[in-house]
């Protein structure tokens, strides 16, 4: 049985659901700020290609690459074959149904709060009065929230392979890392001391 699910990276990103009750809160304190425009289609609009539409295309199109912490990530070169593995099964097409539902249910929470904003208003007041500030407020935590639960979406669509898909799987090729995953962050060989797979994998692959 492989151990692919004990790689430490996966559940660090998977504990970032714990920050997106907060940046809600934040968001609907936003949203209580002033009154709404007349045409409050538009703020909608505006709340939902910031705050839905980037990180959900960057799911789609260059998936985050989860190996980095704060303001570092593993240099390509240095990750092991079984977590380059891991890397190609977030561009499987299960994964990007999960954040499409995902991006959908988020738009619906989005809505809902703003609908509930006046019940925040009391709280709102001790900010200045001016509604495109209460709307940069919302959309930038509505943004952060949306990358705070996308990327552990990935997470879970990955422990949820199943030992067959995951022996079948190809490791992506280290020259696609960058050019086909987000990488932030600077790069360094090694975050973490101890690692999780042993790092025999890219040895192998080079002396092949």
């Known amino acids: 049985m492989s151990n692919f699910r004990l790689e430490p990276f996966l559940w660090i990103h998977l504990a970032g659901l714990a ?4 940046l809600l809160v ?9 009154d709404p425009w007349p045409f409050y289609w538009l703020e909608l609009v505006m709340l939902g290609v910031i705050g839905v539409v980037p990180i959900l295309w960057m799911q789609w199109t260059k998936p985050f ?3 980095s912490l704060l303001f570092l990530a593993v240099r390509p070169s240095s990750l092991t074959e079984e977590q380059r593995k891991l890397l190609r099964l977030l561009t499987t097409r299960k994964n990007k149904f ?13 809505w809902l709060l703003y609908q ?14 001016w509604r495109i500030l ?8 509505f943004f952060l929230c949306n990358l705070f639960v996308q990327v552990p979406v990935s997470v879970l669509g ?13 490791p992506i090729p280290l020259d696609k890392v960058t050019s086909n995953f987000t ?7 090694k975050i973490f001391l101890i690692p999780v797979f042993p790092p025999s994998s890219n040895v192998n692959e080079k002396t092949s």
Do not use: Y
């Open 98 to 110: 999960f954040h499409s539902i995902t991006a959908i249910g988020l738009l619906g929470i989005g």
């Open 19 to 22: 920050v997106a009750p907060l």
């Open 26 to 34: 934040i968001m609907w304190v936003g949203l209580a700020v002033s």
């Open 116 to 129: 509930l904003a006046p019940f925040a208003a009391v709280t709102a007041s001790i900010l200045p009065q």
């Open 134 to 141: 209460g709307l940069a407020i919302a959309a930038i935590a």
């Open 65 to 67: 690459d989860f190996f």
């Open 183 to 189: 990488v932030l962050g600077l790069r360094v060989n």
């Open 158 to 170: 990955i422990l949820s392979t199943s030992e067959k898909t995951w022996l079948a799987t190809e």
